[in-house]
């Protein structure tokens, strides 16, 4: 969803916070609080900017950690600098 610019609502754990950033790239809410899910879901479908400003963040972020190019120009690197060593 991030990838495709998509805001995103989802639960308060560690996977998810590792990707997600409360109120800048997405939502998150309590898995215990069902009324904290409808209530992430309800700004986000009533507030078009917010939709847009957290799915713009979430596309980039996805891009900068997870782009293909990006990913294997770190793998180079992390080469070079072992075979310095």
Do not use: W
Not at 34 to 63: I, M, Q, S, Y
């Amino acid at each position: 969803a991030m990838a495709s610019g998509v805001p995103c609502v989802a639960s308060d754990c560690a996977g998810n916070r590792s990707l997600i950033t409360d109120g800048e790239t997405g939502l998150l809410f309590d898995p215990h609080r069902p009324d904290e899910l409808a209530e992430r879901l309800r700004r986000v479908l009533d507030d078009p900017a917010l939709a847009a400003r957290l799915g713009k963040a979430g596309r980039a972020l996805v891009a900068e950690r997870y782009d293909l190019g990006t990913l294997v120009q770190r793998e180079i690197e992390l080469v070079r600098s072992v075979a310095r060593r």
